[in-house]
């Protein structure tokens, strides 16, 4: 597919900035804790990745390039000719391609909770765990895995987490097969040779309870992209923003100058 429609949320005021969600995840799941932190300096862009909600079907495989090149055109259809760019996971290695590839368009450039393609540290156990919970086609078991896998033992103790994990995990439908196209674009990546020629500012972040991306990684990406600033989120997991979206937010506001 050339041109996928992708569903795109706009908020906040301020400078711009785009934020590119991770494999099996769609708008809602950034968190309204942290959306409404961001929306306060920042005019947001979100969307969701071919074949997730209403955006277009996603019928072939993909790559993580071709996941960038839909990145850069909703920048444009949002009439924006450059923005700060924040990517996770899956999203983060879109980021990193995006500033490969469009260095124009990335003004700052934040990866969180990534990986630099073959190579990076795949070790983590926790992505096994949620792709067989989502093979069951079992919605709630679906769910409590990916709640688990995704966040600190103490963050997912709490029933409240899991609720509103929950309620932002289903508003959004997210194929199965989607989720598998997803994985075999984050198997086909590889940027680490290409990596030092990233000349946007760079923010790494990551918890350093990663179930699903060892936190190697963001020490392997920090130190090929240069002067890239590392931050590591002590006991958060892979969602790390939800575990503690004011200290994401301000270092997200630190590194773009807001």
């Not at 969307?47 to 079907?57: E, L």
């Not at 990517?87 to 980021?95: C, D, T, W």
Request: charged residues 20%.
């Amino acid at each position: 597919m050339s041109n996928p429609q992708l569903h795109r949320v706009r908020r906040g005021a301020g400078e711009p900035l785009l934020l590119i969600m991770g494999m099996a995840g769609h708008h809602r799941m950034w968190g309204e804790p942290f959306l409404s932190l961001l929306e306060r300096d920042f005019d947001i862009v979100t969307f969701d990745h071919r074949g997730i909600g209403t955006s277009s079907r996603a019928d072939e495989p993909f790559t993580i390039a071709d996941l960038a090149d839909d990145a850069a055109r909703v920048l444009a259809e949002a009439g924006l000719d450059s923005a700060h760019v924040f990517g996770i996971s899956l999203g983060g290695m879109v980021a990193q391609e995006l500033a490969l590839r469009r260095p124009d368009l990335v003004r700052t450039l934040a990866l969180g909770c990534t990986y630099p393609g073959t190579g990076g540290d795949l070790s983590a156990t926790g992505v096994q765990r949620a792709v067989e919970a989502s093979a069951t086609r079992d919605e709630e078991l679906a769910v409590r895995t990916a709640f688990e896998v995704n966040h600190s033992a103490g963050y997912a103790a709490d029933p409240a987490n899991f609720a509103t994990f929950r309620a932002e995990s289903l508003a959004v439908k997210v194929p199965v097969a989607v989720m598998m196209m997803q994985m075999q674009a984050v198997l086909g990546h590889d940027a680490v040779s290409r990596l030092p020629r990233i000349t946007a500012p760079t923010l790494v972040m990551h918890g350093t309870q990663d179930e699903i991306l060892a936190v190697a990684n963001a020490g392997q990406i920090a130190g090929l992209i240069p002067n890239a600033r590392l931050e590591l989120f002590e006991g958060a997991g892979h969602l790390f923003w939800w575990e503690d979206p004011e200290r994401t937010v301000a270092l997200l506001r630190e590194h773009t100058g807001s």
